[in-house]
């Protein structure tokens, strides 16, 4: 565990597990991506809990929360070959993985208050809903009967979860912000692409695609959240609310 703690080891560690995950399938080694695919969230859920539990709160909890049951959704998604209902549970997972997300950057939000920023995050927001708009709208007639409904959830829910990341502009630290909307961005971007491959057009090197900018976006958004509840002000106003 304090191996984990370290600053780079822990995201080190997630790299390298990624990596056999996004790769080791194109050499046949599915027993490999088996292992460590549910290893990706299982390193960074403990990595994060070790680093933030001394500062942890709402924000911290749903972070983890969303880090859980993305696992569930990484665990269901690799049997969907054996079972299509499978995907169903996967997409129930990631879908309540990004409600606590939206909790989190919410409890963010109102925290903080005030309308600093207000223009930035209006235009960043409309950029997201018109994507995830014109998206839906090509995706959803290609969808097999009975998945429309629960895809067009999730596509709301993803976009609403990159929304209030857009809305924590100027209400948290700068490096916190750029890590979280980049990560919120990326998992939109590899949620995205899996769609396309399984509904629309499957593309050559889908797998690696999907999972790097997924685990990127995972990582972002934990370094994000870190990077908000460790930063020295952070921690001193908290400290003065207790006493």
Not at 223 to 237: F, N
């Amino acid at each position: 565990m304090g191996i984990l703690k370290n600053t780079w080891s822990g995201p080190g560690l997630y790299a390298l597990v990624a990596l056999c995950t996004a790769f080791w399938p194109n050499m046949g080694g599915h027993v490999i991506e088996y292992v460590c695919k549910p290893l990706m969230m299982i390193v960074l859920s403990i990595w994060f809990f070790l680093n933030s539990r001394r500062y942890g709160d709402r924000f911290t909890l749903f972070i983890q929360a969303g880090l859980f049951f993305s696992l569930i959704g990484d665990v269901a998604l690799m049997f969907q070959h054996i079972d299509e209902f499978n995907f169903l549970i996967g997409l129930g997972a990631f879908l309540i993985a990004h409600l606590c997300y939206c909790i989190a950057f919410l409890h963010n939000i109102t925290e903080v208050g005030g309308s600093d920023g207000l223009t930035v995050s209006l235009a960043w927001s409309a950029a997201i809903v018109i994507f995830a708009v014109v998206f839906a709208w090509d995706l959803v007639p290609r969808l097999d009967e009975g998945l429309s409904l629960p895809v067009i959830a999730y596509i709301s829910v993803i976009a609403c979860m990159a929304v209030l990341a857009a809305f924590r502009w100027l209400r948290t630290f700068q490096q916190s912000f750029w890590l979280i909307m980049s990560g919120a961005l990326l998992f939109m971007a590899s949620d995205s692409m899996l769609a396309f491959n399984r509904f629309i057009r499957p593309f050559a090197g889908a797998h690696a695609a999907i999972i790097l900018t997924y685990a990127a976006a995972q990582l972002l958004i934990t370094l994000g959240a870190l990077r908000h509840v460790l930063d020295p002000d952070s921690i001193r106003r908290k400290q003065a609310m207790v006493a």
